[in-house]
Every structure is written in structure tokens, then in C-alpha cells.
């Protein structure tokens, strides 16, 4: 199985949202909003 997989936005980059695609035949995406993201860094460095 091969699954290619794109990512629009670095994942480190907090003002931004990121976008992360996936497609072996059929195609999905993930929206990680900005907000989420500054929330989950938060809790990490608690």
C-alpha cells in the first residue's frame, strides 16, 4: 500500500493554520486551526 501525504502550512508555525492530505485511492484531509494548535503547545510546556 502506498499513501502519499501533503501538508499545506508547517505544523510549527502557530500564526497559520496547517492542512494535512492523504490519498491511496480515495482522499482525505485534516484542518489543525492556528487556535488549536497554540492551545495544544500550551498545555505541553505546563
Known sequence: MNIEVDQSGK???LSHD???A???GTQD???IPR???RKILRR???
Open 18 to 20: 496547517t492542512i494535512i
Open 11 to 13: 505544523i510549527e508555525r
Open 35 to 37: 487556535k488549536l494548535k
Open 29 to 31: 484531509s485534516i484542518k
Open 44 to 46: 505541553r510546556e505546563n
Open 22 to 24: 492523504a490519498s491511496n
